[in-house]
Structures are given as structure tokens and as C-alpha cells.
């Protein structure tokens, strides 16, 4: 499965983006797919997942992002509502096929990933 991440640039804090990630590969449907975030000077983080159609997500974004995905179109969203300052990351898709629940939030077991994508959010 190969992965391409679109629709990150910068937006005032309140507003909204939606990110994409199209796969291309068979069998994208029975994947764990989600996204993780690598703000200025930090470490790569948890954003969000969903496998076998339950979402998770990193409680500072619980009620402000959605995760979904179309897999008649190969194809993953991150809707970002309400955004902060502290959003501004790189963010990343990602999908692994051998993903266990207790590891959803690690990105090393992660097999696939995106290019990435910057998402500026200002005050």
C-alpha cells in the first residue's frame, strides 16, 4: 500500500481543514488506517485511527477531529475543526495490516505511511 497525503496549509485558530490520504494497493478496506502528528521540535505523536470501524483519538483532539474513510475511494480523511495553535504539526497517514489494538497508538507498527502534510494554524 502506498500513501499520499493532501490538503494541509495554513488556517486561523477556530477554523477548519480537512485532510486526505489516497491509497493505492489492494485489500486498503481491512487495513488499520490513522494519523499521527510531528509538531516543531517534538516527537512524532498519536492523532487518530480506526479499526475495524471503531475510531480512536488522542484525547486533545476528542470532539474537535474526525476520522473517516471512503474505501470505494481508497481513501482516508482527517476533518479538523476548531483548531488550536498547538495543532500546527506535520501530519501524517498511515495504515498497517497486522495492527493490534493495544499498539494502535505506536507509530512503529505502522507499516506504511504518507509523505506528510503542513497544517499552520495562527492565533
Known amino acids: 500500500v502506498q500513501l499520499q497525503a493532501s490538503g494541509g496549509g495554513l488556517v486561523q485558530a477556530g477554523g477548519s481543514l480537512r485532510l486526505s490520504c489516497a491509497a493505492t494497493g489492494r485489500a486498503f478496506s481491512s487495513y488499520t488506517v490513522g494519523w499521527f502528528r510531528q509538531p516543531p521540535g517534538k516527537e512524532r505523536e498519536f492523532v487518530a485511527a480506526i479499526r475495524r470501524s471503531i475510531s480512536y483519538y488522542e484525547d486533545s483532539v476528542k470532539g474537535r477531529f474526525t476520522i473517516s474513510r471512503d474505501n470505494a475511494k481508497n481513501t482516508m480523511y482527517l476533518q479538523m475543526n476548531s483548531l488550536k495553535p498547538e495543532d500546527t504539526a506535520v501530519y501524517y497517514c498511515?495504515?498497517?495490516?497486522?495492527?493490534?489494538?493495544?499498539?494502535?497508538?505506536?507509530?512503529?507498527?505502522?507499516?506504511?505511511w504518507g509523505q506528510g502534510t503542513q497544517v499552520t494554524v495562527s492565533s
Open positions: 498511515a495504515a498497517s495490516s497486522t495492527l493490534i489494538l493495544s499498539s494502535l497508538r505506536n507509530s512503529d507498527q505502522y507499516a506504511h
